[in-house]
Each structure stands twice: as structure tokens, then as C-alpha cells.
């Protein structure tokens, strides 16, 4: 069972003691029952954070672009940046060591286990929770989530109202941790890639007419794109700055400039973004299932992330988020891979 | 002027006025949306409002402004691309969106007239539907002080009194809309009016006034342009572009040309929907970026709606429709930081 009290005393004790320059965590939501995120830097702060299954975000984002401004800035880290990390959370810290973004040094992972848990679905809650306004939610020591309402708590079971990625999830159990809260416990609720199962055996024309539907959709807010902590390129096809034009480009070359996508959004091209970002998360993707949360206009983008999660597992063994030491799976090469598609 | 419809009636207005394109909100799975009308259908009780906001009638987000093609002998023929002649009818439209369109028609139509907005502008009948219970918890109009019976922006209000519909005419577009079929529409008692103030009363009273004189927070803006508080109030922003193009009243375009074919030349010219929270926006070929980070994206947002819109057009640029904080992955709430400004000293 996890504390939040615990997790309190250790966050004041490393700011006290100037271990960490601040903490990334969540507190509570003043919009609904979804957690927020929250940076504190006094040690007196650290009273507002909380822990529930409504700490929906992967907070490791915020990593990237710290990296990001110290890059910018040439700054050199001094202190590592707290942050507290779902299971989910260390795997996507555990990319982004592994492919040399991050430095260890650089990090102080405060892990929290899941236990028989996991985060809600904001969409579940709402559809199930119509006009109650719930405000808090709390694990059971069993597989039931206890929903706090201004009409007193309600019990549901936990698959009920989890995020579909809870329920596949491999591990609840956090990894590479400073310190960690909360136990490793043994718990499967529903086969990992139970989610793609009914897209998977549909004939390939429906498909795509299924995603063509979807994609068509797409505002190209690229919220997606923007919540993942994978997609950490400077320059994206879809928005290239530096890419296209620096300091010393002629005007020629930036007129010429190679254009991946048109700024209409046109159906093709919301799909050729969305297939660029698919196969760029190839054997990175964790399945913290941001993208798809984020997505204003319910485009189901974990699906495709979750089968090319499958495909790496299937066709080269391979699971991303486990090993920092392996070598990335688009980076190595066995004999024993499949070539068969090499003709 | 005002009518009442009976509730029951709707399907047949709906048939009689089946030659134009028709939308009406409908549920899309989880969301509302502004589709093409089956036919006979009625407004649910159900709809709280669309996801996207309206303005997509008046400036789509993408928008062909005119294509260029060559012909046999070396010929250009231009195509431009405004033959929208035919009228849309938009129902259920929330007063906070008429709002919107309000200040989009000061953008578009005051010193210069744009042609494209203006000719979709003219083409449309916007027909609202005053929020007898403000849909979410982020409703904010009293604040940006409209309220959830504002007239704003649109051409007919409908409001809905229980088993039947107060009309209200608003602009002549409306009048003429309904004029031909007087046997549906019936006039409006006194009964019909004491109940009409009630659901006002009860409607008002249910939306949190955020900042008591948004004025005055207005004045507080020109003393905090180097405030701290822009740091920590997009500190946990992810540069994604929902506030803006969910917004009802943002209306930044950009326009590139988009080639087709090089051989023969099939070029068009495009108007797109453009984002102040992209880094990419304020790029500078030149490589400079005067608008390098999140926070003063973020500031500059509310600056240009609380700040130089107001300076210049006497209205703040916000509906407090609310879907920028209802749907922020960060849950960075506007209404919150206007609090603060508020609150600044």
C-alpha cells in the first residue's frame, strides 16, 4: 500500500537536504478529477502532492524539455530533477537512458508502484459518472477503485474504469528507482494486446477505412506528438524550424526546402504524419498511452503504436523500456532477425 | 421579435427548410460535432456543446483560396474557388459561439473585408440555443460579461422552455429564414415569459463569475508583462495547439502555396489555420526566434485576448466558452490565470 505521507517526507527531506534542484509530481486537479502536474521547488510545497489512480500524465515528459532548455541554454546540471514515476513512467525514463537523451546523473526517480492498479480512463469516469462530480479516486487493497463523490464513495470494480494500457500493463512495478514506494506484486487483468485484437483481424480494407475515417479527423494540434516524451527530435518532418532554414541558408535553399506534409490538412497527409510518428516509436514506444488521451478528436493512435509493440516482440524478441544497457532495436542487427521481407 | 415553436414541430421546420444544408449537433462517440442533418431529427436534450468550435463555417481550417492551372500551349487558367452559393444553416449554436463570431466579424469584415470570410458569412444562418443549464464546469461568460443568453453574432436564438422553443429574430438573414411558414410558429405568452425568466435566473446563477471586473485585470497586464507568473503558469504546458484551435474566437491563418503538379503547373493557393503556441510561428527566417519559449506563448495569448484586443476593439477576445481549459492535457485553466492576474499586486 502506498503512502502519500511517505512520499511527502521523502520529497521534503531531498529538497531539504538540496538533493534534487525540484520535484516534478502531481496535485489536484481543479478541473474534474484528473491530477495536474506540478513543480515544486520549496520543501514546504511538497504538502500539495498527491497520489491516486488519477495521476494520469507521464511526467518524464517534463525531463525532455528540461533537457531541451539546458541544451538551449548550454547550462550544466548541477542537481538531478526529482520526478515521480509510475511503472509506466521509469520504462519511458528507461528509453530515454538508453538511447543517451537523459543521463542518470541527471535524474532522481522517486518510482511509485501501481500495485493492483493503475490510472483511470477520463472517458470512462465521465461516461460513468455523469453529473456526481467525482473528487477523488483511491485504490482498494483489492481489484476495486473507490471513487470519492460529494455523495460519498463508490466502489467499481477496477477494469471498469482503468485506461485500457492499465489493464494490458506488463508491469506495475517501477523501475532504475532512487526510491520506491508501494509493492511488486504479481497481477494480470487481461492480455497484453487484447486492444488490438479486433482491428488486427479485419480484412485490410476495412482498416483502412477505419483509420482514413479516424485520421481524417485530425486537427494536426499535434497534442500527440507534443505529450510523448519519445518524440524528442528538435525538428519534426511536420514542422521543421532549424531543419529548413539557419543563420546561413540562402534564400534558394529556403525556398526549396523539402516539404514532408502540405499545411492542408488533408486526410493523406494527416496520415503520413501519423504513419512517421508510428514507425519512428517502433521498439520505443512504452505505452503510456498520452498520445491517445491527449487526442482531441479520439483518434485511437495506441492502437497502432501497440501493434508495432507487438510486431517488435514477435518478429525480433524485443521489449523496449526493460534493459537500458541493450542496444536500442532499430540500432542492432542479429542473425537470427527475420529477412525474409529483404528480397 | 419572439415566438414559441412547439418542441414537436422542430422535425417539420427541419423538412421545410430541407434545401439547404442542414447541420445540427450530433454526437460523433464521446464528443459533439456539427453534422449534416438526416432529415426529420429533433435537437437532443442531451447536447452540451460541439468539441469544435463553429468557426470552421466562416474560416475553415483549410481553405483553398484559389488554384492555378496550365493548360495545352503554355496557358494559366485560375480557378478561384468561391462558388459557395448555397445557404448552410447552422442549429444549435451556444451564445458563448455567437460571441465568437462577433469578434471574428471585427477581425474579418471592420477596417478590411476579407471576401472569403465574407462570402461564407453571408451564406450561413447561425441559429443558437441559449443554455438553459451551462453545459460544463468551466463556463465562464458572465465573466467575459456575456451570459448564457447573449444574442451576440447570431441570427436566431431558440430557447428552450421545456416542451417548446422561444424564437428569437435577431438579425433580418433570421427573420426571412422562418418568414414562409407562419402555421408552425405560434406567439409567446406571458406564461411563456415568466418561465423564460426563471431558466435565466437558474442559468445565470449556476455560472461562476471568475473575475469580478475583467477590466481592471485588463489594467493589471500593462504592469506584469515581466511577471514571474507566465513561467509558472505554462511550466506544465506541452506546446501542443488544443487551446487554439479549439477556440471559438482564435483566428490566426497562415498562407502557403501548395504544389500539386510541376508538369503541367497545378498550383493552389491555401489559407490554413495557424497556432501562437508552435515555436514555428514566430520563426524568423533569419534563424531568431522572438518568441522562444512556452511562457511567452503563453503570455502572449492572453495578452492578445485580454490585452491589445481589448485596447483596440473595446472586447476581450474570449467567449469563457471554456474549451481551452476543458481539454488542455496539461490542465493549464485560462479562468485560473486571469485569478491571478486579477489577484496580482
Same mark, same amino acid.
Given at each position: 500500500?502506498?503512502h502519500?505521507?511517505?512520499i511527502?517526507?521523502e520529497?521534503k ?8 534542484k525540484y ?5 489536484r ?7 495536474l502536474?506540478?513543480?515544486?521547488k520549496e ?7 498527491i ?9 518524464s515528459?517534463?525531463?525532455v524539455e528540461e533537457?531541451?532548455e539546458q ?5 550544466e546540471?548541477t542537481?538531478p530533477?526529482?520526478i515521480?514515476?509510475k511503472?509506466c513512467?521509469t520504462?519511458?525514463?528507461a528509453v530515454l ?6 543521463e ?9 508502484s ?10 470512462k469516469i465521465?461516461?460513468?459518472?455523469r453529473?456526481k462530480?467525482?473528487e ?9 477503485l473507490?471513487i470519492?463523490?460529494k ?6 470494480p477496477?477494469?471498469?474504469? =482503468?485506461?485500457?494500457?492499465c489493464?494490458?500493463c506488463k508491469?506495475?512495478?517501477p523501475l ?18 487484447n486492444s488490438i485484437?479486433?482491428?488486427e483481424?479485419?480484412?485490410a480494407?476495412?482498416?483502412?477505412e ?17 505529450v ?5 527530435c528538435?525538428?519534426?518532418v511536420?514542422d521543421?524550424?532549424?531543419l529548413?532554414v ?7 535553399e529556403?525556398?526549396e ?18 504513419l512517421v ?5 517502433a521498439?520505443?514506444?512504452i ?5 491517445e488521451?491527449?487526442?482531441?478528436v479520439d483518434?485511437p ?7 508495432m ?14 534493459d ?10 542479429? /542473425?537470427?532477425?527475420?529477412? /525474409?521481407?529483404?528480397r | ?18 434545401r439547404?444544408n442542414?447541420?445540427?449537433p450530433?454526437?460523433?462517440g464521446d464528443?459533439w460535432e456539427f453534422?449534416?442533418?438526416?432529415g426529420?431529427?429533433?435537437l437532443? !436534450?442531451k ?7 463553429p !468557426? ?5 481550417q483549410t ?7 496550365e493548360?495545352?500551349?503554355g496557358k494559366?487558367n485560375?480557378?478561384?474557388?468561391q ?13 458563448? /459561439?455567437g460571441v465568437?463570431?462577433?469578434h471574428?466579424d471585427?477581425v474579418?469584415l471592420n477596417s478590411?473585408?476579407d471576401p472569403?470570410y465574407?462570402?461564407k458569412?453571408?451564406?450561413?444562418v447561425?441559429?443558437?440555443l441559449?443554455c438553459e443549464?451551462p453545459?460544463?464546469?468551466?463556463c465562464?461568460c458572465?465573466?467575459m460579461?456575456?451570459?448564457?443568453f447573449?444574442?451576440?453574432?447570431l441570427d436566431? =436564438? ?6 417548446r ?8 438573414k433570421? !427573420?426571412?429564414?422562418?418568414?414562409g ?13 415568466e418561465?423564460?425568466?426563471k431558466?435565466?435566473?437558474e442559468?445565470?446563477k449556476?455560472i ?15 504592469i ?10 505554462s511550466?506544465?504546458c ?5 487551446c ?6 482564435c483566428h490566426?491563418f ?8 510541376k ?5 493552389k493557393?491555401?489559407?490554413t489555420?495557424?497556432?501562437?503556441q508552435f515555436?514555428?510561428?514566430?520563426m ?9 519559449d512556452?511562457q ?9 485576448k485580454?490585452?491589445?484586443f481589448?485596447?483596440?476593439e ?19 485553466n485560462?479562468?485560473?490565470? =486571469?485569478?491571478k ?5
Open positions: 500500500m502506498v502519500i505521507e511517505d511527502k517526507k520529497a527531506r531531498l529538497l531539504k537536504e538540496k538533493k534534487i520535484l516534478i509530481g502531481y496535485k486537479g481543479t478541473n474534474g478529477l484528473t491530477a502536474p506540478t513543480f515544486i520543501p514546504e510545497d511538497t504538502d500539495e502532492l497520489w491516486e489512480a488519477s495521476c494520469i500524465q507521464n511526467l515528459r517534463y525531463l533537457k531541451k541544451l538551449k541554454n548550454k547550462a546540471n542537481l530533477v526529482g515521480i514515476a511503472a513512467d520504462r519511458s525514463i537512458l538508453q538511447e543517451k537523451f537523459l542518470r546523473k541527471d535524474i532522481y526517480i522517486i518510482g511509485v501501481c500495485e493492483y492498479g493503475g490510472v483511470i480512463d477520463q472517458k465521465k461516461k460513468k459518472f453529473g462530480k467525482p477523488k479516486v483511491i485504490f482498494d487493497k483489492t481489484n476495486n473507490l470519492g463523490t455523495f460519498g464513495n463508490i466502489k467499481v477496477a477494469e471498469e474504469i =482503468l485506461a485500457e494500457r489493464i494490458e508491469s506495475t512495478f532504475l528507482c532512487d526510491d520506491v514506494f508501494g509493492e511488486n506484486v504479481k497481477r494480470k487483468i487481461s492480455e497484453h494486446f485484437k479486433e482491428i483481424e479485419l480484412p480494407e476495412s482498416r483502412w477505419f483509420w482514413h475515417g479516424h485520421l481524417e479527423k485530425c486537427i494536426r494540434c499535434f497534442a500527440c506528438r507534443s510523448c516524451p519519445m518524440c524528442f528538435t525538428e519534426c511536420v521543421p524550424i532549424e529548413a539557419t543563420n546561413e541558408s540562402t534564400a534558394r529556403k525556398a526546402k523539402v516539404k514532408w506534409i502540405e499545411r492542408s490538412t488533408t486526410a493523406t497527409d494527416n496520415i503520413i504524419f501519423q510518428r508510428t514507425l519512428h516509436l521498439g520505443r514506444c505505452d503510456c498511452g498520452e498520445c488521451r491527449v487526442c482531441p483518434i493512435i495506441r492502437l497502432l503504436n501497440k501493434k509493440e507487438k510486431t517488435a516482440l514477435e518478429k525480433f524478441g524485443y521489449e523496449s523500456g526493460f537500458i544497457n541493450m542496444p536500442s532495436l532499430i540500432s542492432n542487427f542479429k /542473425d537470427e532477425d527475420p529477412q /525474409d521481407f529483404i | 421579435m419572439e415566438v414559441v415553436i412547439q418542441r414537436d414541430s422542430f422535425p417539420q421546420l427541419l423538412e421545410k427548410l430541407n439547404y442542414i447541420w445540427l450530433r454526437k460523433n464528443y453534422k449534416l442533418s438526416r426529420k431529427e429533433s437532443d !436534450k447536447y452540451t456543446n460541439t468539441k469544435l468550435s !468557426k470552421k463555417f466562416v474560416l475553415p481553405e483553398t483560396l484559389f488554384q492555378i492551372t493548360g495545352e500551349n494559366f485560375i480557378d478561384e474557388k462558388k459557395k452559393d448555397s445557404l448552410d444553416i447552422v442549429f444549435g449554436i451556444r451564445p458563448c /459561439d465568437a463570431l462577433s471574428l471585427k474579418f478590411f473585408k472569403y465574407s462570402k458569412r453571408d451564406n450561413t447561425f441559429i443558437g441559449a443549464t453545459p460544463f464546469e468551466n465562464s458572465t465573466t460579461g456575456e451570459s448564457p447573449s444574442t451576440k453574432g436566431i =436564438l431558440l430557447k428552450d422552455i421545456g416542451d422553443y422561444i424564437v428569437e429574430y435577431i438579425t433580418d433570421g !427573420k426571412k429564414l422562418f418568414s411558414f407562419p402555421n408552425l410558429f405560434g406567439k409567446i405568452t406571458t406564461k411563456d415569459k418561465s423564460l425568466e431558466i435565466k435566473k442559468s445565470n449556476k461562476k463569475k471568475r473575475v469580478e471586473d475583467l477590466s481592471e485585470t485588463t489594467k493589471k497586464l500593462d506584469m508583462f515581466d511577471s514571474d507568473l507566465w513561467f509558472h503558469e511550466q506544465s506541452i506546446n501542443c495547439g488544443i487554439t484551435y479549439l477556440c471559438p474566437s490566426c497562415d498562407i502557403n502555396d501548395e504544389q500539386l503538379s508538369k503541367p503547373l497545378n498550383v493557393r491555401v489559407r489555420w495557424d497556432n501562437c515555436p514555428i510561428f514566430t524568423h527566417s533569419s534563424g531568431h526566434n522572438p518568441r522562444p512556452k511567452s506563448r503563453y503570455r502572449r495569448r492572453i495578452y492578445h485580454f490585452s491589445y481589448y485596447k483596440t473595446g472586447e476581450h477576445l474570449c467567449t469563457g466558452c471554456g474549451r481551452c481549459s476543458n481539454y488542455c492535457p496539461a490542465g493549464i485560462i479562468f485560473e490565470t =486571469l485569478q492576474v486579477a489577484e496580482y499586486e
